[in-house]
């Protein structure tokens, strides 16, 4: 067992780069080759277009550091100490010099971080490209695949909307809540991470509400009806609550969250809602801020998305309003790309931990988007799968912050389960064809949506 910070709270071993019955051995050896196979090819498209002199040049070497920072993780060289470039650096170097690794060995959610900034330190130390978005191209890729996905999402809302008008009841604003929630989960099965070798055709076909209606039964665990009950009490109590989103990816999955936006501030249960992207390309598909501004762009644009315009236009012109009177905003804290577990917000969380929970701790939900974050949560530890999601928070679980995880299963760590469950998964996981029953957990098929409420129990 390994201590964390607050000594009231343990956690099991994490999962590691070495562990071969872990997801974290394949996505270290394959997955990251292939993400960086990735980065070089678009880093060469930007050379191409970029006329010759010393921004060109600058991205020259730019490709050779990240040519070599592949080489060094298919070979598992150590990892190095990163130059102090960015106030963010020097806590990564702290925790790497406590815990020295090297690439396929480590703890895999530290590495898998660390190889995401080591990246941005290549582009922090140029004079032209400090803000260069290694992962855009790719993002906007997969939107644009995404169009029918797009407008029959647009559509349903604007049905929505207009009926929800006046509405006060709780029944029905629960059921579209409900609703809203479950576009928001399963928005996350679309990132770009996970999805390297799929098609945007296959990607496509993850989105529309068929899908999610067959998808029901894959949610392991739902929590909605507590989280409802919160929210509801908090936003009458209120007059419309605070709503923060921790935000994961962009394209299909930030526009399902937006959604899920518009429908909290149309029907009054929020008053504010507060969306936290990231500072910095991250884990491919990340929302970084330029991401909101372009996605609004990408949906006023009639030749990026040419189909549901009328739907589409309504779409918009809500959220441009939202933003403009500033019911909705963005907040972005250098914590969520450092190597922390979320177990470091708390009153005492070092490195930003401590801001972000006093930050959090006034809303009346935070809803955490994802896999990583999910992991995060959890400290992806290897607990019994039968462990209570409170458990598993640490000492987030136990200081007023209202968590909400909506999290598509992309990693071996799942906790909130029955006491058998997961060895059932396994069994019909390989009844389904599949050859490694351990996969199931990181398949992207199943989720689970699980809330606490920060209450000591
Ligand atoms: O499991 C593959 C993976 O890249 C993980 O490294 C990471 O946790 C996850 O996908 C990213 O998924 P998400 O975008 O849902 O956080
Ligand atoms: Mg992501």
Redesign the pocket.
């Known amino acids: 067992m390994t201590t964390v910070s607050t000594t009231d709270f343990k956690h099991p071993q994490v999962y590691l780069n070495n562990d071969k019955n872990s997801?974290a051995y394949t996505?270290s050896r394959d997955?990251w080759p292939h993400i960086l196979t990735g980065v070089i090819d678009d880093v060469h498209k930007t050379i191409a277009e970029t006329a010759e002199g010393e921004k060109r040049d600058e991205l020259k070497k730019v490709l050779e550091q990240i040519t070599a920072l592949k080489h060094d993780v298919e070979h598992d060289k150590p990892l190095k100490e990163l130059p102090n470039v960015a106030d963010d650096i020097p806590v990564y170097n702290r925790l790497l010099k406590e815990n020295p690794t090297s690439w396929l060995q480590g703890g895999w959610v530290f590495v898998?971080c660390y190889l995401y900034r080591e990246l941005q330190v290549y582009f922090d130390q140029t004079k032209n490209w400090k803000s260069y978005d290694i992962f855009s191209r790719q993002k906007e890729d997969a939107f644009k695949a995404s169009s029918a996905g797009v407008a029959e999402l647009a559509t349903r809302y604007k049905a929505l909307a207009e009926q929800l008008d006046g509405v006060t009841e709780e029944a029905p604003l629960k059921e579209l809540f409900k609703e809203f929630s479950d576009i928001s989960l399963w928005g996350?099965a679309t990132?770009l991470?996970?999805l390297t070798t799929m098609s945007l055709e296959e990607i496509k076909n993850l989105q529309g509400a068929d899908v999610r209606k067959k998808n029901e039964e894959k949610i392991l665990v739902n929590h909605i009806e507590n989280a409802w009950e919160v929210l509801y009490a908090d936003s009458k109590q209120n007059d419309g609550s605070r709503v923060d989103i921790i935000l994961?990816?962009a394209g299909f999955e930030l526009y399902a969250d937006l959604s899920l936006v518009l429908f909290l501030l149309d029907s009054k249960l929020a008053k504010n809602v507060i969306l936290h992207p990231k500072n910095i390309p991250w884990?491919v598909?990340?929302v970084l801020p330029i991401d909101l501004v372009k996605t609004i762009n990408y949906l006023k644009d009639s030749d990026f998305f040419p189909e549901g315009r009328e739907q589409i236009d309504y779409f918009v012109s809500k959220l441009q309003g939202y933003l403009d009177d500033g019911s909705l905003s963005v907040r972005t804290s250098a914590f969520w790309t450092t190597p922390h577990f979320f177990w470091d917000i708390y009153p005492q969380g070092v490195d930003g931990g401590s801001q972000v929970w006093e930050d959090l701790k006034d809303s009346a939900l935070v809803i955490l988007k994802?896999?990583?974050?999910y992991?995060k949560l959890t400290c992806d530890a290897e607990w019994p799968r039968d462990t209570s999601f409170h458990t598993a928070l640490g000492p987030l679980g136990v200081h007023d912050v209202h968590i909400l995880s909506f999290r598509?299963c992309?990693?071996d760590v799942v906790v909130g389960l029955k006491p058998g469950q997961d060895k059932q998964l396994e069994k019909e996981w390989v009844e389904q064809g599949n050859s490694n029953p351990l996969s199931w957990c990181?398949s992207g098929k199943y989720a689970v949506i699980e809330f606490n409420d920060g209450k000591k129990q």
Do not use: P
């Not at 994802?370 to 974050?373: A, K, V, W």
């Open positions: 997801f996505s997955r898998e996350n990132d991470s996970l994961d990816n884990f598909s990340d994802g896999d990583l974050n992991r598509t992309k990693a990181w």
